[in-house]
């Protein structure tokens, strides 16, 4: 039954929102298409471990660490300004600072990354630079190597990704996006690990 729900509730939102699309052609705006992108990410994770038995309350606190991500990703446009998004990325995480004589420890790896998206323009497509705001939001399938040990281990995690894409009008096939992506991951061995972070996406559009 939710399911069901689901299906009429996106299907609503196109048939709303496709008028606005139509709007935008009939003005110049460039035609939506599969597209491709290349990012780079950085940011800070911040990691919690649950207190252990034999270890007094306290004794673990929240550290931060910090992210690098380099990526790539297709956008295939579905209907109205919704699209969906499929990437892969490699990133890494350096270890947290040893203070309390303890640390969280660095590792690296890669993942697979699915995800909704919805976009509109903010700007009037006939001006020099076009301004697109949206969002993205997903998931993730991650595996990770920690560093100097032969340990992989996997996670998953959901995703929110707000951004602004600007399009000059002579370059219509090419753009560049400024993300603020913020994520959160379930690993069985921390209490919490999230991360927020910049991104900057160039994307082509084919003609």
Do not use: C
Not at 3 to 15: C, E, N, Y
């Amino acid at each position: 039954m939710a399911r069901k729900t689901t299906l009429i509730i996106l299907f609503l939102l196109g048939i709303v929102l496709s008028p606005a699309n139509a709007d935008e052609a009939a003005r110049g705006a460039r035609t939506r298409r599969p597209s491709f992108g290349l990012m780079i990410q950085s940011g800070v994770a911040v990691a919690d471990e649950p207190v252990g038995s034999g270890y007094p309350a306290g004794f673990y606190t929240p550290k931060a660490q910090a992210v690098g991500l380099i990526g790539a990703a297709l956008d295939i446009p579905l209907f109205s300004a919704f699209s969906l998004g499929i990437g892969l990325q490699l990133h890494g995480v350096t270890a947290s600072n040893p203070a309390g004589g303890w640390t969280y420890r660095a590792h690296w790896g890669g993942g697979l990354r699915l995800s909704a998206g919805y976009g509109f323009l903010i700007s009037e497509p006939s001006r020099p630079l076009q301004l697109t705001l949206g969002f993205s939001a997903g998931g993730s399938f991650n595996v990770d190597l920690y560093t100097l040990t032969t340990l992989f281990f996997f996670y998953p995690g959901v995703l929110l990704e707000p951004y602004l894409e600007l399009v000059p009008s002579s370059r219509k096939h090419s753009s560049i996006a400024l993300m603020l992506p913020i994520e959160y991951y379930f690993r069985r061995d921390l209490e919490f690990y999230g991360s927020v972070g910049l991104g900057v996406v160039w994307r082509y559009t084919r003609k």
